[in-house]
């Protein structure tokens, strides 16, 4: 117990004094979280929308594909992708391997269901009677789409913070892409991975802190963006 005691008021220590390597760690995450969380967004709220709005053949087989992809592992996505980014991989040229980048692009895969999954279901969800109103209205299919995410925004904001968190902790795509270099690619928890290995208990809680910490902040400005909507 001693060492949990000791490591806490050492993990306050480095946070307060602005320690370089810890907050290397911290920075890192929040640009690759961000990355991701915004290529992601892009590609799978429209994704969604037309998943939960539109009925076509196939429809109930693809949803059952999105949603199995919910679970997929990570240290799964990963291997896809190192192979990708290889030197024997088609996008080996890039230079995207053991980048911040390379991992934003795993992670991306990784939040990407997520997004689509709660969206078609946000979007599903809707009144029924909104479709028929805004066709009555004459609206334009990018009106009826932006009426819609509008009207959905509760579950799209559920949707954010759901990737994000899953982004946020995840640890076999920064590891096995990234490569946890130091000062470079590593992020919080491959970082708090090497460091409890080495029994360095104080950088590992402190970051752990920095962790829960910006998943109290992502959850916090939900909560304040629902009671503003």
Known sequence: MDFLISGFLEAIRLLSVGDAETFAAIFATIRVAG???SVSLLIGIPLGYLLGYLDFPGKRSLRMVVDTLLSLPTVFIG?????????????????????????????????LPIIIALTASAVESLDASLRLTLMTLGASPGRIFLT?????????????????GRVLTEVGISMMVGGNIKWHTRTITTAIALETNKGQFATGIALGL?????????NLSLSLLRRRG
């Open 35 to 37: 990355l991701s969380m």
């Open 79 to 111: 291997l896809m992708v190192y192979a990708l980014l290889s030197n024997r991989g088609p996008l080996g040229e890039m230079g995207l391997l053991f980048t911040l980048t390379g991992i934003a692009i795993g992670q991306a895969i990784l939040a």
């Open 148 to 164: 819609s995410i509008r009207e959905a925004r509760h579950g799209l904001l559920t949707a954010a913070v759901t990737a994000t």
């Open 210 to 218: 920095v962790l829960l910490a910006l998943a109290f902040g992502v």
